[in-house]
Each structure stands twice: as structure tokens, then as C-alpha cells.
């Protein structure tokens, strides 16, 4: 455990009132919890899963996190990403920028890659600390093995949803295929000093199709839609805090939402704590194309004929799942900001012509 005890959340700073989604109902095919998912898909973006069985698992891959991240540095910097757009292996804080101005993110993670994971003792990506391997079997297969059963669930939901065979956005996820799903172990050292707006990890939308955070304390912000606001996602025990990524929006013409997210200081009296969380990001196969399933579904033909997405975003030229997070990747890596263009190409779908986010 990487604390034993932390300050609770205060409740006098403004939180997203996220839907709880009942995974178990969802499993069980429950009509009623299907439209609550489904309205927080459409709405936001963003809910909280119950009832989802992956708090010991999530309990062992903190522990895991923690003695990786707490080796030497010249250590954990023998599995540093680099900077070709790969995201799998260790982030150093200040690695990444988080605007246009080249401000230094200030959070550091492991992140596991999937395939890596379902094909150890053999690599298809890359290799990993001896903390990683020393758990790879007890611990890390199995919470993969349940996040990715968890997201397929879901993602089912949402093919029904949308008219859609069934199996069209599942099997873009095929387990056979090289993808850039993963693991991260994320830990944020206090910054009491920083003012509570201060960003650790600019605002952004996810690179992939489904995300799941387990978080420990306050620090998760969300801009709601139509809104300069930003609002802190409570973390609660035994929820998982969801959220779709650009995957989602982009095969469904924006039906789906990707929402801008993220993070901050921890608020108040929790400012003073290392934060720490646990991501699992669900992404397509690398060659799997991110464009509307149009010839698939005629809910989503509809819409891209009346609203087309993103007409206005120079980052949405059909592009493969691989190539979007390489570029999304690349460009965010302090080595290669060259300035406001190359920030620009770091964006996903919360990007227009204009903006600055």
C-alpha cells in the first residue's frame, strides 16, 4: 500500500455529479442500468462503475507501482519511453508538456503495455523493471484480464446501442493484434506551494476507446460541456471513475463523448499527499482505422450526414488507432515541442481550429 491513511475529500469544492453504473445489472443485461450507461456515454462522457470485483487486484497493482516507481531513478530510466511516439515504459516528471507554452507536466507513471502482458514470458513490445516482472503473473495478468473483460461488456452496450453488428467495436480490439491498451501506475509528489489550479497533466481527451481509473485522492478535474468550469471528480472507495476516449467519438460521427479532463493539485488539506492512481486504457488494434462506422450503422450514417465531426479539427485526417496515439504521444514529449504547432498535433477530439486547450 502506498499510504495508509489520507485527509478525506473536502465537500466545499465543486464536483461532477457522475451517474454510478451497476456493472453487475450490466452484465446481467438489466435494460434500465443499459440506458443510465448510455446516457452518461452521451451526455459526458465521464460515470463511476460499481459492483465491478477489481479492488484486490487494483490493492496488489498499487503495491506493484509503488516499488517500481520507488527504484533508483537511474533504474526506472533504463525503461524510459523515448521520444518516437511509443507510450509503453517509464515517464519521468517534466518528460511530457501540457500547453502550448511548454509548461512541464509534473507527474510521473510506469505504463504496461497489454500485449506485453497476455504474451509474458515473451515481449511483443518492450521489456520491464524486475518489480514489474516479479509480478507479472500473480498480479498484473489478472487485472488486465478483468479490466479488458469489464470494457468489453460495456463496449457490447454500446454496439447494441448504436445499430451496430454484433461485435463491430469489440472485435476492433482483437487480442491477436498489436495494440496500444495498457496499464499505468501514476504517482504525483505533493506541490503544497503550486496553486490549486495549477495543472500536473494538461487537459486533454484519452488517445483510445475506454478508460478506468482507480484514484486515491482528489486531483481529477472535468470541464463539462458548454462550460469554463472546471470540477473535480470525487474519488469514492470500491467505484471506478470511467471515461471514453477518442476512439469513441470518432467511430460514432460524436454520438459517443470524449471529454476534456485533467489533473490538478490534490484540493486543500489532501494537497500535502502523494497521489496516487491506477489506469487502464482500453485501445483498438494499431491498424483498426478511426473513422464513422457509417456502412455499419445507420444511426451513425444519419448523424455524420447532418453534423459532420470535427470538420474544423486539422487532427482528424483519417488516420489508423496506431498512428493517432503515436502522434498524440510524440508531440506531447518535451524533446519534440518545438513550439504552438507541434502542441497542436499533440491534440485529439477536443481540439478545433482556434483553440487552445
Known amino acids: 500500500m502506498p499510504a495508509t491513511y489520507l485527509p478525506p475529500f473536502p465537500d466545499d469544492v465543486p464536483t461532477v455529479p457522475l451517474l454510478v453504473i451497476d456493472y453487475a445489472l450490466i452484465k446481467a443485461g438489466n435494460v434500465q442500468e443499459s440506458d443510465r450507461l448510455w446516457q452518461a456515454a452521451t451526455e459526458l462522457g465521464f460515470w463511476y462503475l460499481k459492483n465491478h470485483d477489481v479492488d484486490q487486484e487494483a490493492e496488489e497493482m498499487f503495491d506493484m507501482g509503488a516499488s517500481t516507481l520507488d527504484l533508483p531513478m537511474s533504474e526506472k530510466m533504463e525503461y524510459e519511453q523515448g521520444d518516437s511516439g511509443s507510450s509503453f515504459g517509464y515517464k519521468h516528471a ?10 512541464l ?9 497489454k500485449d506485453d502482458v497476455l504474451a ?3 515481449h511483443v513490445h518492450r521489456t520491464y523493471p524486475r518489480t514489474v516482472n516479479d509480478r507479472m503473473q500473480s498480479t498484473i495478468k489478472p487485472y488486465v484480464r478483468k479490466a479488458l473483460d469489464i470494457s468489453f461488456a460495456i463496449l457490447a452496450v454500446f454496439e447494441k446501442r448504436l445499430g451496430l453488428p454484433r461485435g463491430a467495436i469489440i472485435e476492433r480490439h482483437a487480442m491477436g493484434e498489436a495494440s496500444g491498451s495498457e496499464a499505468r501506475c501514476i504517482r504525483s509528489l ?4 503550486i496553486p490549486a489550479d495549477r495543472s500536473s497533466l494538461g487537459a486533454h481527451t484519452d488517445f483510445g476507446t475506454l478508460t478506468m481509473i482507480h484514484n486515491r485522492l482528489g486531483g481529477l478535474q472535468v470541464l463539462l460541456p458548454a462550460s469554463s468550469t472546471w470540477q473535480y471528480v470525487k474519488p469514492i472507495p470500491g467505484l471506478v471513475i470511467c471515461n471514453l476516449g477518442d476512439a469513441m467519438p470518432l467511430w460514432t460521427g460524436g454520438i459517443l463523448k470524449s471529454n476534456l479532463h485533467r489533473v490538478v493539485n490534490p484540493p486543500k488539506s489532501q494537497s500535502t499527499e502523494v497521489r496516487w492512481s491506477l489506469g487502464f486504457f482500453t485501445r483498438p488494434a494499431n491498424n483498426i482505422l478511426l473513422a464513422p462506422l457509417v456502412e455499419e ?13 470535427g470538420k474544423d479539427n486539422p487532427n482528424f485526417a483519417p488516420q489508423t488507432a496506431g498512428e493517432w496515439s503515436a502522434r498524440r504521444v510524440k508531440y506531447m514529449r518535451r524533446k519534440n515541442q518545438k513550439g504552438p504547432q507541434t502542441w497542436l498535433a499533440s491534440r485529439g477530439t477536443e481540439h478545433a481550429e482556434g483553440s487552445t486547450a
Open 105 to 113: 507536466d509534473a507527474v510521473e507513471f510506469l505504463n504496461i503495455a
Open 297 to 309: 450503422s445507420e444511426i451513425i450514417a444519419e448523424v455524420v450526414a447532418r453534423t459532420p465531426l
Open 120 to 122: 509474458w514470458p515473451q
Open 94 to 103: 517534466g518528460a511530457w508538456t501540457i500547453d502550448e507554452k511548454g509548461t
Open 190 to 193: 505533493p506541490r503544497p506551494e
